[in-house]
């Protein structure tokens, strides 16, 4: 591993003196990869989830190799979390080529989806033979494609592009502007370029992964594309299930529609600032970027790449809670209250996280070393508002996810409402509710929630 000093001094450094006028912004990368790396680790135990709860449903095991697959696609940064050096580029390479599989087969998943909520015009997807090897079948078909792609383009290097490792913690001889060649190293077949080491910000190190053939264009554009697609499948699912009068596929398609419209919105405007970069720039290689001398289009570069990188992040993690909830809402006591709070927490932290380095980098722009102002103005209130911030992010959250009961708790809904018929709650009846909920397997603290509940919509229709 490279001898940048200590961990915890290297983070903070590099946390603390990002500047998107330089270019250096070695401390955001790190807070994407730990981002990307805790966004991987949900979405497997909302996978595991969803896989426990009917692990015979074929539409379980298609919504857990859904977010098995995104899982691995939000960890686009994870070689960059820590200093390691040149020797991991073969495994790189090849979490590289698990990557591109994995898009290629969100592509036919995210359409593939109809299957379980069809439309009038595809209901010949909803057939046993179809839906119940689709888990399957599409990952063994998105291997082939990949295997055929890379055979036609001859071998790795032109298909994915090969990944670059930048090594700025070597003893260097610098020059009078405070700058010195990077030791640079490559995966086999890649063409080799330049690097710059900054006296000021070293010792760091960093991978950089090259374009490769189209398919990185096509990947790029592809998905949204798909989950256009399927975003309108499920509203005409959505509308059908309705008509028809069965509320609980109604449900589950409206919460996929929810997903997939999160998902097309903000990735769309991540990959429309791509496509105008390269409009501008020419093909969009980061690569490239150790290259580029003129600092304004450096910073636009980076603007557009690492919105690019938040907006998997954020919406692999909507896309994982919409999609849970549409499965597990009748299944697993209190799912949709949890989601409920890790989605609004999800949204504080991120918003929060987003206007904190905004405010940041544009004080120092304006005062030298005044990031750390800009911070506090921005922080401080956040923590003294954070109560009514929440309660407006739950308002919205409780929108998306309304409140869902398992048969369970309905049941006990139902023996709460007649007991309160007279809105008092007798010795006799508590000793009756309290049978009840022992027999349907609810504890004390879901109880209290469902009680709650129910109090608080009687106070409403009274009102």
């Known amino acids: ?82 200093p390691l050096g040149p ?34 015009r595809t209901r010949f997807m909803s057939k046993d033979a179809i839906k119940n090897n689709l888990w399957w079948a599409l990952p063994v078909i998105s ?39 990077a030791t640079l190293t490559y995966s086999v077949g890649m063409p080799e370029t330049t690097g710059v080491c900054n006296q000021d910000l070293s010792p760091y190190v960093y991978f950089v992964p090259e374009a490769g053939s189209g398919l990185s264009t096509l990947l790029l554009l592809t998905p949204i594309l798909s989950a256009t697609i399927a975003m309108f499948m499920m509203r005409s699912a959505w509308k059908l299930s309705k008509e028809e009068g069965r509320e609980d596929d109604a ?45 304004d289009q450096l910073v636009i570069y980076f603007y557009c790449l690492y919105a690019f990188l938040f907006s998997i992040l954020l919406t692999g993690m909507f896309e994982g809670i919409m999609f849970t909830y549409a499965i597990l809402k009748n299944d697993i006591l209190g799912i949709d209250e949890k989601l409920r709070k890790a989605f609004s927490t999800t949204i504080f932290a991120g918003i929060g996280g987003i206007i904190l380095i905004a405010a940041t980098e544009t004080m120092e722009s304006f005062i030298p070393g005044g990031g750390l102002v ?19 992010i739950n308002n919205f959250s409780t929108m ?28 006799e009846e508590r000793k009756f509710l309290k049978l009840q909920a022992k027999t349907l397997g609810l504890d004390q603290e879901r109880i209290d929630y469902i009680e709650s509940w129910y109090n608080s919509n009687l106070e409403n229709e009274e009102e």
């Open 400 to 427: 998306l996810m309304p409140e869902a009961f398992t048969k369970s708790e309905l049941s006990y809904i139902e023996a709460y409402e007649i007991a309160m018929e007279d809105r008092i709650i007798t010795e």
């Open 374 to 392: 800009g911070g506090l103005i921005i922080g401080a209130p956040l923590i003294v508002l954070r109560k009514p911030i929440f309660s407006v």
């Open 143 to 181: 291997a082939i494609l990949l295997g055929m792609m890379i055979s036609g383009n001859g071998g790795l290097q032109n298909t994915i592009g090969g990944t670059m490792h930048v090594d700025c913690s070597q003893p260097m001889v610098f020059d009078s502007d405070g700058n010195s060649p």
């Open 251 to 295: 449900n589950e398609a409206r919460s996929l529609f929810i997903g997939f419209a999160g998902k097309v919105t903000i990735k769309g405007m991540a990959v429309i600032s791509i496509i105008a970069t390269t409009v501008m720039f020419g093909r969009f290689n980061l690569a490239d970027m150790t290259t580029i001398e003129d600092i």
């Open 87 to 120: 020797e991991f580029i073969p495994i790189i390479q090849y979490y590289r080529v698990g990557w591109y599989f994995c898009g290629i087969l969100c592509i036919m998943l995210y359409i593939s989806t109809i299957s379980f909520y069809p439309t009038k």
């Open 1 to 82: 591993m490279p001898d940048v000093g200590p961990l915890s001094t290297y983070y903070w450094r590099t946390i603390s003196t990002m500047d998107f006028e330089i270019g250096w912004t070695m401390g955001l990368t790190h807070v994407i990869s730990a981002l990307g790396l805790i966004t991987s680790i949900a979405l497997i135990f909302l996978a595991l989830l969803i896989i426990r709860a009917r692990p015979k449903a074929a539409e379980n095991r298609f919504m857990c190799v859904l977010l098995l697959a995104e899982s691995w696609r939000v960890l686009a940064q994870w070689y960059n979390l820590f």
